[in-house]
């Protein structure tokens, strides 16, 4: 088992920045690749970056250049700071483990707030 506690949400404006922190712990060991995605009210999930146990990452055009996800391996945290926030980043953010047997876990989530 693996348990995943976000933090680092909250209200920004439009323009701003803020860094999400995604805190692993339990079975560690069995993570591969880490990410985060979000859902904003009426949309779907959507993956908003990943990385995999080698540092490959991963994110959708709409946040390229803006968001960046790292991992600290000794605090078995990733983190996502994100910078030139918009009005549309407005979701909540989860953040997820999949491990090396092929299951994934899911934090509770975290809203971030985006006021224009």
């Known amino acids: 088992q693996v348990q995943l506690v976000e933090s680092g949400g909250g209200l920004v404006q439009a323009g701003g920045s803020l860094r999400l922190s995604c805190a692993a712990s339990g079975d560690i060991f069995s993570i591969d690749t880490m990410g985060w995605y979000r859902q904003a009210p009426g949309k779907q999930r959507e993956l908003v970056a990943s990385i995999t146990s080698g540092g490959r990452t991963n994110y959708p055009d709409s946040v390229k250049g803006r968001f960046t996800i790292s991992r600290d391996n000794a605090k078995n945290t990733v983190y996502l700071p994100m910078n030139s926030l918009k009005p549309e980043d407005t979701a909540v953010y989860y953040c997820?483990?999949?491990?090396?047997?092929?299951?994934?876990?899911w934090g509770k989530g975290t809203l971030l707030t985006v006021s224009s």
């Open positions: 997820t483990a999949n491990t090396w047997y092929g299951t994934d876990y």
